[in-house]
């Protein structure tokens, strides 16, 4: 008899461990459990082996849920980034060629800077072998010989030559060389004698 009991309770086991049990039936099986250690047993082995309880569950998965959005995150900063490392490299590729067109291009912006109506002209730097100007991209030529009153003096403009303007004083012809710098500005290369 107390077999067979043992037999109903252990079928009712699982569903009353799952709190899915009647209460008539949970009535029952507590009954039994009471004095049946094997089917006490039966019970802790059943509870061991079912999956853990929602509530300790949450824990973790919000960690992980967590992790991952930031995990997330960090793929849209990163991938913000490269973007804007590409975007400036692609910058510095198209426009490194004319930010460097003449070297160093500090000289010639501090240059452009102080040019204005009355300087037209203004000497960018100068060796034995030249003199560099810069100007406002379009102004006329033939001023070169007025702003450069040194080694120019007394020469006349004679022709234009590709980016090069040939002055001469009857005896010598000095070439002054033209550069668009920065497409804003030219840039006068002007021999000394
Ligand atoms: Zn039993």
Not at 133 to 145: E, K, N, Q, W
Request: charged share 25%; proline share 6%; glycine share 6%.
């Amino acid at each position: 008899m107390s077999e067979q009991i043992c037999g109903v309770v252990r079928d009712l086991l699982p569903l009353y461990a799952d709190g899915a049990a009647s209460a008539e039936s949970a009535a029952l099986v507590e009954a039994h459990l009471e004095g049946c250690p094997a089917c006490r047993a039966e019970l802790e082995k059943l509870r061991a082996s079912l999956p853990l309880p929602a509530e300790t569950d949450a824990e973790p998965l919000r960690g992980l849920k967590k992790s991952l959005r930031r995990r997330r995150r960090r793929a849209v900063i990163l991938t913000a980034a490269v973007t804007a490392l590409a975007l400036l490299a692609l910058f510095a590729a198209a426009y490194a060629p004319a930010i460097f067109q003449r070297g160093n291009p500090l000289p010639y912006l501090a240059a452009a800077a102080r040019l204005s109506a009355p300087n037209s002209f203004v000497l960018v730097e100068q060796n034995e072998r030249e003199a560099v100007y810069i100007s406002r991209f379009g102004a006329d030529p033939v001023y070169l010989t007025v702003a450069y009153e040194g080694d120019l003096r007394g020469m006349q403009f004679r022709e234009q030559m590709g980016a090069a303007y040939l002055f001469s004083d009857g005896e010598r012809t000095v070439a002054v060389e033209s550069e668009i710098y920065w497409g804003r500005w030219m840039v006068w290369e002007v021999p000394r004698q």
